[in-house]
Nanobody, 115 residues
Framework: QVQVVESGGGLVQPGGSLRLSCVAS????????MGWYRQVPGNERELVAG??????NYADSVKGRFTISRENVKNTVFLQMNSLRPEDTAVYYC??????????WGQGTQVTVSG
């Protein structure tokens, strides 16, 4: 069993910042990739940022504003979100993949940019 738990969402004004955290625990084996996705009602889930073997990638809409980082020892990934915009409002999900084909999701954390 693998558990993926996100935290750090909330309500923030435009231009503000939030930091999301995600911890993978249990029988994670060897994690190869971690990433953040987001979804708004009626839309498909989209990739926000990912990190694989230290290499990061970002959606064009968040480049220069969001930063993904990982603490390998703690199976933890972070998403630092700066200069937030109302269009960043969504449920943010953490995704974890491992060497044996495991693909795990957290329950999601709500980010609302309004004010």
């Amino acid at each position: 069993q693998v558990q993926v738990v996100e935290s750090g969402g909330g309500l923030v004004q435009p231009g503000g910042s939030l930091r999301l955290s995600c911890v993978a625990s249990g029988n994670v084996f060897r994690i190869t990739a971690m990433g953040w996705y987001r979804q708004v009602p009626g839309n498909e889930r989209e990739l926000v940022a990912g990190i694989t073997d230290g290499i990061t990638n970002y959606a064009d809409s968040v480049k220069g504003r969001f930063t993904i980082s990982r603490e390998n020892v703690k199976n933890t990934v972070f998403l630092q979100m700066n200069s937030l915009r109302p269009e960043d409002t969504a449920v943010y999900y953490c995704n974890v993949r491992n060497l044996v084909g495991g693909d795990y999701w957290g329950q999601g954390t709500q980010v609302t940019v309004s004010g």
